[in-house]
Nanobody
Framework: QVQLVESGGGLVQAGGSLRLSCATT????????MGWYRQAPGKQRELVAT???????NYADSVQGRFTISRDNTKNTVSLQMDSLKPDDTAVYYC?????????????WGQGTQVTVSS
């Protein structure tokens, strides 16, 4: 029943920028840690960046210094600013919401948005 609506994907040249956005409901936004994951062709889904309800962020080493995750507590959105994009960043990017429900970690996913970086 969790709804995560992504936008902002597209085609850019190497060195360019894109800003992804994930829109959620207030309930989802306030109750879940949020993050962005990606899955490139032939590879497993991997963590890109996460942000807790308190605003603590973590990044994959491969995007550290280039990507910035943030959350807008007024609009209930989570954004991923991607700068200095590389062809290796090409992937389907997924918005993630997760929380600990008793002893289980619950994960919810958006449908994904394609990011293609050309050289």
């Amino acid at each position: 029943q969790v709804q995560l609506v992504e936008s902002g994907g597209g085609l850019v040249q190497a060195g360019g920028s894109l800003r992804l956005s994930c829109a959620t409901t207030r309930t989802i936004f306030t109750s879940n840690n949020m993050g962005w994951y990606r899955q490139a062709p032939g590879k497993q889904r991997e963590l890109v960046a996460t942000i807790t309800t308190g605003g603590t962020t973590n990044y994959a080493d491969s995007v550290q210094g280039r990507f910035t995750i943030s959350r807008d507590n007024t609009k209930n959105t989570v954004s991923l600013q991607m700068d200095s994009l590389k062809p290796d960043d090409t992937a389907v990017y997924y918005c993630n919401a997760n929380r600990l429900y008793f002893t289980q970690r619950l994960n919810f996913w958006g449908q994904g948005t394609q990011v293609t970086v050309s050289s």
